[in-house]
């Protein structure tokens, strides 16, 4: 475990914070629209012009979200931030996704960091540091935050 932690230099956490980046913003693994969209909503980041379109394909049996997908442009760490945000609440129930949308932002906040086996999403933490920049990493969380709290999802 400490061994662990030696690795883990700031210069270290910024390479891996730079090429996670870069990697989800030019290839995102969960863009496009869900078939069909049991939920929908689309939030906009004022001050730079960012914006996130976000579907859920939900299993209703079992209140899960069976598939997440997002469009929208933004910087590298908005559409970055959304991207990781979809590969961990895919799967995950309705309540689960929420408490994790609220560790999100008392993360962003400087209060809390995410449990081992979410670990990658500690990676924008340092984004904390950036105000401006808080708005572009919790857009998408926000935009779930929104669709999964809708009163009258899609069929």
Known sequence: MASQRAMASPENQRHTFEQVI?????????RGTTIPVHRYHKCSNPY????IELTLKLNQASDTIEEIKFQGEGCAISI???DLMAGYVQ?????????????FHSMMQGETEFPRELQKL???KGVSNFPLRVKCATLGWKTLKAAIESSAPMT
């Open 91 to 103: 799967g995950k129930s309705l309540s689960e996704a929420l408490n994790m949308i609220e560790s």
């Open 22 to 30: 870069q990697e989800r913003s030019k290839k995102p693994r969960y």
């Open 48 to 51: 730079c012009g960012d914006n």
């Open 122 to 124: 500690n990676l924008l």
């Open 80 to 82: 970055a931030s959304a």
